[in-house]
T-cell receptor, first 109, second 118 residues
Framework: DAKTTQPPSMDCAEGRAANLPCNHSTISGNEYVYWYRQIHSQGPQYIIHGLKNNETNEMASLIITEDRKSSTLILPHATLRDTAVYYCLAWAGSYQLTFGKGTKLSVIP | GAVVSQHPSRVICKSGTSVKIECRSLDFQATTMFWYRQFPKQSLMLMATSNEGSKATYEQGVEKDKFLINHASLTLSTLTVTSAHPEDSSFYIC??????????????FGQGTRLTVV
């Protein structure tokens, strides 16, 4: 699975959009971009995934660049409950998920 | 989404005793389950992979005799920490996948178990 790079931490004001970047310059053609988050002392929670096209669900939007070397997870209206560590993974669904260090998002009142 | 239930959520045990953690897939058959460990302020580290009906595969540096994994059915895997020591205190998380099913590209996680060895 390709390596991903994320900023270690970010702050976002409550009610504003949170834009979390991820670099995956070595991603291969069959690898999807997956996003999970982990709220303190809980297991990871699936957010969204995509291959080439932008994706949106009830939790977030995923914007993938045309060259697929980077992506951005967008939480349109961040709430305090969105404070968590967000993990971006490049995964072909082959076997286990390998987690990096993620981005610690702090939503500030 | 699919549900993976992990039990207990929190356990405190004495040094030298054994602790069993259960991981159940509630609405799908988990052909493969993964066990992760997470120390404070660190990411999840894969410990082992178990396939139903066969022996678990352990990652380098994980003692198979200390961390016993059983995957006897398609809905249940257990992790037993034997002769626990304080350094085994950690957050243990299971993950389940249905590699033979329609949702074979998704991974579902349990709520995690906080183990404290005193």
């Amino acid at each position: 699975d390709a390596k991903t790079t994320q900023p270690p931490s970010m702050d976002c004001a409550e009610g504003r959009a949170a834009n979390l970047p991820c670099n995956h310059s070595t991603i291969s053609g069959n690898e999807y971009v997956y996003w999970y988050r982990q709220i303190h002392s809980q297991g990871p929670q699936y957010i969204i995934h995509g291959l080439k096209n932008n994706e949106t669900n009830e939790m977030a939007s995923l914007i993938i660049t045309e060259d697929r070397k980077s992506s951005t997870l967008i939480l349109p209206h961040a709430t305090l409950r969105d404070t968590a560590v967000y993990y971006c993974l490049a995964w072909a669904g082959s076997y286990q998920l390998t987690f990096g260090k993620g981005t610690k998002l702090s939503v500030i009142p | 989404g699919a549900v993976v239930s992990q039990h207990p959520s929190r356990v405190i045990c004495k040094s030298g005793t054994s602790v069993k953690i259960e991981c159940r897939s509630l609405d799908f058959q988990a052909t493969t389950m993964f066990w992760y460990r997470q120390f404070p302020k660190q990411s999840l580290m894969l410990m082992a992979t178990s396939n139903e009906g066969s022996k678990a595969t352990y990652e380098q540096g994980v003692e198979k005799d200390k961390f016993l994994i059983n995957h006897a059915s398609l809905t249940l895997s257990t992790l037993t920490v034997t002769s626990a020591h304080p350094e085994d205190s950690s957050f243990y998380i299971c993950s389940a996948r249905d590699l033979g099913g329609q949702r074979n590209t998704e991974a579902f996680f349990g709520q995690g178990t906080r183990l404290t060895v005193v």
